[in-house]
């Protein structure tokens, strides 16, 4: 009863009772108010738990660990450093700045709207994830330095739209593809209660391929049992979720529903996230309950570009 009732004050409160969405709230990991990146027909919001599975699912998940745990990247701290890809909601007012990019032939130029103290991801990939509330587009970087006002990579996506990146483009993320979407969010999974798009996962080992939605590959293999970056998978509609605590539920919901994306070299089944101190990590960490096995591939179709 409390689910139910927290669900409709949030759909009240997102869609104004009938009338135009609540706007994101702006700073560091400010909530959307239900308001869903890109169109639902995109393909980070089309549910895929009736989807067919691919016949070589089995070998594909053997390859990145059928006994290998999922694993939650993102919470509030490990070890005392932040856990996880904080973002920023900002807005027209914000300042817009130019910067150089390491791989300029795939980064799209900007200008680039940076607050004055833009929270940036902790770790080696200084993730930095922006979203203009006025505008309704996303800008990624990846290893932002504000000082220098360098960055290895970086892209805008205009939310209303399905455009992808061009053919064989990178992004702030090794797939060609947009970060902020696939992330587990706090005002999803605790304001809301419900995930309604795809989660974005790592693989230490990839071919050198990719598939759509994914624009770009980071493998160093051709062999057919290694995932391409765009790969899909999802939690069994049989696996059994009822005994894991709350915010585990709603992320495992989501998995049987939408599924995940691989979407970066890293480690095997490291679901993405935001860094958040409201998170509870001790209910993140029953994730791992969860093991390559009881999961599955989606039938992947069409061309695989390289």
Known sequence: MRIWLRLVLFCACACGAGTTPVRPEPGTNGSLHGRLPFPSDNPWN??????????????????????????????????????????????SHTPRQRLHFEYAE????????????????????????????????LYELYHFSKDSRKAGSGAIFDLSSNRLRPAGWTSADAAGLPIFPGLVRYDEVVEAGEIRHALRYTVSRSRRAYLAPARHQAGASDDPNLPPMG????????????????QAQVILRALKTYGMICADNGSDWFISG?????????????????????????????????
């Open 274 to 306: 935001t860094h958040d101190a409201r998170w509870n990590d001790e209910q993140l960490s029953s994730l791992k309950r969860v093991t390559g096995k009881d999961l599955e591939v989606i039938k992947m179709s069409g061309p695989v570009g390289r």
């Open 231 to 246: 790969m899909r998978v999802r939690l069994k509609a049989d696996y059994d979720i009822s005994g894991f605590p709350a």
């Open 46 to 91: 089309q549910p895929v738990d009736r989807a067919p599975v691919d016949p070589n699912s089995k070998n594909l998940i053997g390859s990145i660990g059928a006994d290998t745990p999922l694993h939650p990247d993102f919470g509030s701290f490990w070890e005392g450093q932040p856990l996880g890809i904080p973002y920023v909601v900002v807005d």
């Open 106 to 137: 795939e980064s799209d130029p900007g200008p680039y709207p940076i607050p004055a103290r833009p929270a940036v991801e902790a770790g080696d990939d200084h993730h930095l994830l922006l979203i203009d509330r006025d505008q309704w587009k």
